[in-house]
């Protein structure tokens, strides 16, 4: 028996290593996948006391485990399990990422579990630089006082319902606590829900969408009734690629009053190889003078084959005196802190492998 089991784990593993899609184990009953993201980055925090390091980072790394089960022809049952994974360090939660039971059909898509919200997923769909130094999560959904990456959130205790109407996308959730404690056995607690939609038009080569999200407790500042507003655009035409964003915020608190906005672009040359830019700008947030900032992100990608991404990318973020937004945030592991007026940067070259 123990030699079977060694058997079928060497055969999964060879599996793993020769594909870029996700590997059927039990046919569609059940699926394997994941991605490897590892990069070198040289960091320098323009923080008092502070030197510029190297560092060694993973970046939202993953494995996942989905299914589907035919209940009857028009219905299907839906299941996926995905943690992410330190291969650098250590670390990991099993269910950890987006993780759900659910049902599809002729009504579309419901699911119930632990999921990004419609509005972060919005803007991933918009960024260039996911999960690396130039992340737009260090502006998008951050704030001037160093919380960064706030409004850019999976739910917990959630309940997503998804729907395509020929050119039309539609994302409503409703998360009963969103940042439950899970403590066993209690209650999720509605004082702290929150409702996220987004609805997506896409037609040849242009794509708008929008979101709305409203918290009625933030998980980090415990602002009151924080509302998120996002606007996107991307147009692509034959190797270019362009796109801008919108963003605002409103709250009881002060510091979640400000507007952000940005544009990227994306020039690809030949099929495997693409230049990118990235600039997002923060503006002063409510009563408080010289608290914006802004974010640029340079990079280069070459998709070596379909599973395996190699890039180098740059970044730095101005502080406004008044503000101290990261430099690095977002899906990103080592994150990089600054100071109020501080210019943070990096360099970094990575690596990115899925199956």
């Known amino acids: 028996m123990r030699k079977r089991n060694l058997l079928a784990t060497g055969m999964l593993f060879l599996a793993l290593s020769g594909t870029s ?186 794509t708008v969408g929008a979101a709305l999200e409203q918290w009625s407790l933030d998980p980090e500042n415990e602002a009151e009734e924080v509302d998120n507003l996002r606007l996107t655009a991307t147009y692509k035409l034959d190797q270019l690629q362009l796109g801008a964003i919108y963003e605002s915020t409103d709250s009881d608190d002060v510091i979640y009053d400000r507007n952000a906005y940005g544009v990227n672009a994306k020039y690809r040359f030949g099929e495997a190889m693409d230049m990118r830019v990235q600039y997002l700008i923060a503006d002063d947030h409510s009563g408080q003078a010289e608290s914006g900032a802004q974010q640029l992100a340079l990079g280069v990608f070459n998709q070596l084959d379909k599973a395996t991404q190699v890039y180098a990318a740059y970044t730095m973020t101005d502080n406004d005196a008044n503000a101290n937004y990261q430099g690095i945030d977002g899906g990103h592991g080592d994150e990089l802190e600054t100071m109020a007026g501080g210019s943070p940067s990096s360099i970094s070259v990575g690596a990115v492998y899925k199956f």
Do not use: C
Not at 63 to 82: C, D, N, S, V
Not at 107 to 128: Q, V
Not at 157 to 184: K, R, T
């Open 21 to 206: 899609q996700a590997v059927e184990v039990i046919g569609k009953k059940l699926e394997v996948y994941g991605k490897a993201h590892v990069s070198l980055d040289y960091s320098d925090p323009d923080a008092a006391g502070e030197d510029s390091q190297f560092s060694v980072s993973n970046n939202s790394t993953r494995i996942g485990f989905k299914g589907e089960h035919a209940i009857r022809p028009e219905m299907t049952l839906l299941w996926q399990y995905e943690q992410g994974v330190d291969i650098v360090e250590s670390g990991g939660t099993f269910a950890s990422r987006n993780s759900f039971l659910g049902l599809k059909g002729r009504f579309g898509r419901i699911l119930a579990g632990h999921y990004d919200t419609p509005s972060k997923s919005l803007g991933s769909n918009w960024g260039m630089f996911s999960d690396t130094i130039g992340d737009r999560r260090a502006i998008l959904g951050a704030y001037s006082n160093g919380y960064g990456n706030d409004l850019n959130d999976r739910a917990k205790n959630a309940v997503l319902y998804s729907n395509q109407f020929d050119a039309l996308e539609f994302h409503a959730m409703y998360s009963a606590d969103p940042y439950s404690d899970g403590v066993s056995g209690s209650q999720d607690n509605n004082d702290n829900d929150l409702i996220s939609v987004s609805l997506t038009y896409s037609a040849n080569q242009l």
